[in-house]
């Protein structure tokens, strides 16, 4: 899978999204979603990540 698209009625990503390591375009607007997912980091050829109107709350720390 290159592009994922998930929309409104979805309240959290499955833990399974970190191990899409292909995936270069994740949209995931107009979620639910409260907390920044961390699996995300493990998608390494992520290009493009749409969040928009998501409800986010906090982003967790980034560190290399």
């Known amino acids: 899978i ?3 698209h998930l929309k409104r009625e979805l309240l959290r990503l499955p833990p399974e999204i970190g191990n ?3 995936l270069e375009r994740l949209e995931l607007n107009e979620l639910a ?3 920044f997912p961390n699996k995300i980091s493990k998608l390494v050829k992520l290009k493009f990540l749409n969040i928009s109107y ?3 709350k906090e982003f967790p720390t980034i560190s290399k």
Do not use: G, I, P, S
């Open 54 to 56: 998501c409800q986010f």
């Open 2 to 4: 290159k592009v994922l």
């Open 33 to 35: 979603l409260k907390e």
């Open 20 to 22: 899409c390591t292909a």
